[in-house]
T-cell receptor, first 112, second 112 residues
Framework: KAGVTQTPRYLIKTRGQQVTLSCSPI?????VSWYQQTPGQGLQFLFE???????NKGNFPGRFSGRQFSNSRSEMNVSTLELGDSALYLC???????????FGPGTRLTVL | GESVGLHLPTLSVQEGDNSIINCAYS??????FIWYKQESGKGPQFIID?????DKRQGQRVTVLLNKTVKHLSLQIAATQPGDSAVYFC???????????FGTGTQLKVEL
């Protein structure tokens, strides 16, 4: 099976702009989780979607949002970008009923 | 708040030696633990996981040990190879469901 794919791999935006990142889970996996990775804060959970519903949410401001489509693909959106949003955004997919999360390669977002 | 921490930021080992990477967790309610390996420029790669009803689990060249009494988790890598050089993260499901809480990571360096 193909692994988790994320697009785009790299993005450069300026402050105030918004961005949309995409994640395609492993075929058959219905849960998608998003994480932010920065040198200072490490890996932090953003949110999880299962069957098009947000099932869990981390401690991030409302500028961070996401959604999941009927084919389990997920997108996350960050509005009004700030310099501190520069990070590697990772998504992970999980098979229904299982615990193991498999990560994609991430999207490197740079906010100038 | 609850956290998962690692004892050492960097571990250097000789090729062929065994490596032991340690992790402490604080939430006694955590019932699932997982180790990831992250190479530069890549997403975290699943290594091995363990549930709280187990003390030990073995994979290919890796063993995870769980000591619930002292809330300690360790990853043992046998016959460490240059390809094992990476940052290793432990994580647990403190947040519930698929919300993983990650440690800060240990950089493993394999010396030839």
């Amino acid at each position: 099976k193909a692994g988790v794919t994320q697009t785009p791999r790299y993005l450069i935006k300026t402050r105030g702009q918004q961005v949309t990142l995409s994640c395609s889970p492993i075929s058959g996996h219905r849960s998608v989780s998003w994480y932010q990775q920065t040198p200072g804060q490490g890996l932090q959970f953003l949110f999880e979607y299962f069957s098009e519903t947000q099932r869990n949410k981390g401690n991030f401001p409302g500028r961070f949002s996401g959604r999941q489509f009927s084919n389990s693909r997920s997108e996350m959106n960050v509005s009004t970008l700030e310099l501190g949003d520069s990070a590697l955004y990772l998504c992970a997919s999980t098979e229904a009923g299982a615990d193991t999360q498999y990560f994609g390669p991430g999207t490197r977002l740079t906010v100038l | 708040g609850e956290s998962v921490g690692l004892h050492l930021p960097t571990l250097s080992v000789q090729e062929g030696d065994n490596s032991i990477i340690n992790c402490a967790y604080s939430n006694s309610a955590s019932d699932y633990f997982i180790w990831y390996k992250q190479e530069s420029g890549k997403g975290p790669q699943f290594i091995i996981d363990i549930r709280s009803n187990m003390d030990k689990r073995q994979g290919q060249r890796v063993t995870v040990l769980l000591n619930k009494t002292v809330k300690h988790l360790s990853l043992q890598i046998a016959a460490t190879q240059p390809g094992d050089s990476a940052v290793y993260f432990c994580a647990d499901n403190t947040g519930g469901g698929n919300k993983l809480t990650f440690g800060t990571g240990t950089q493993l360096k394999v010396e030839l």
